[in-house]
T-cell receptor
Framework: DTAVSQTPKYLVTQMGNDKSIKCEQNLGHDTMYWYKQDSKKFLKIMFSYNNKELIINETVPNRFSPKSPDKAHLNLHINSLELGDSAVYFC??????????????FGPGTRLTVL | SQELEQSPQSLIVQEGKNLTINCTSSKTLYGLYWYKQKYGEGLIFLMMLQKGGEEKSHEKITAKLDEKKQQSSLHITASQPSHAGIYLCGADIRGAQKLVFGQGTRLTINP
């Protein structure tokens, strides 16, 4: 029944490692997003994909590489993890990409801790 | 400075009291969204406002968007422990088809 799901929920890893976070939505939406929420609770968009095509890339380091194998999935791969990457990462989806934006539905988040 | 400013940043109220959270921008908002985040969980959509002067209510929560579409308020009537959490406003500020979020308001309800 979960609309937007993410795995894993928690991720603890060493600096320099490579890790991936997976996201799936069963809402039939065309658009998916990745957000980063830092320790001060600031929520900022990182990427958006529409029909598997990258639309928004908010000057995120090249170490972050999103991949959308199909409209229902948007995964986030992070290379060479740094301490500053520690945050909660949220996946979201919306029916389409327009202005004003459609309502976005968020996953439960993945708490990444880099040691 | 943040494009969307929320106030207050934290709020502690007695159960049963009313409260208001504000979200302000110096620019016109193309759609204003209110979300609630429970501690350690994802964001739950509450309401979306688009037109100047628009007001929406759901149960004991009312959200308004001012006529100039630069400020929104979220009002909770007769607060309950279930209202506790972090409230986030998000908006499309430049018609860029993406949301910018405020820094959040942490609401605590004391019994």
């Amino acid at each position: 029944d979960t609309a937007v799901s993410q795995t894993p929920k928690y991720l603890v890893t060493q600096m320099g490692n490579d890790k991936s976070i997976k996201c799936e939505q069963n809402l039939g939406h065309d658009t998916m997003y990745w957000y980063k929420q830092d320790s001060k609770k600031f929520l900022k968009i990182m990427f958006s994909y529409n029909n598997k095509e990258l639309i928004i890339n908010e000057t995120v380091p090249n170490r972050f590489s999103p991949k959308s194998p199909d409209k229902a999935h948007l995964n986030l791969h992070i290379n060479s993890l740094e301490l500053g990457d520690s945050a909660v990462y949220f996946c979201a989806s919306s029916p389409s990409m327009r202005s004003p934006p459609d309502t976005q539905y968020f996953g439960p988040g993945t708490r990444l801790t880099v040691l | 400075s943040q494009e969307l400013e929320q106030s207050p940043q934290s709020l502690i109220v007695q159960e049963g009291k009313n409260l208001t959270i504000n979200c302000t921008s110096s620019k016109t908002l193309y759609g204003l969204y209110w979300y609630k985040q429970k501690y350690g969980e994802g964001l739950i959509f509450l309401m979306m406002l688009q037109k100047g002067g628009e007001e929406k209510s759901h149960e004991k929560i009312t959200a308004k968007l001012d006529e100039k579409k630069q400020q929104s308020s979220l009002h909770i009537t007769a607060s309950q422990p279930s209202h506790a959490g972090i409230y986030l406003c998000g908006a499309d500020i430049r018609g860029a088809q993406k949301l910018v979020f405020g820094q959040g308001t942490r609401l605590t309800i004391n019994p």
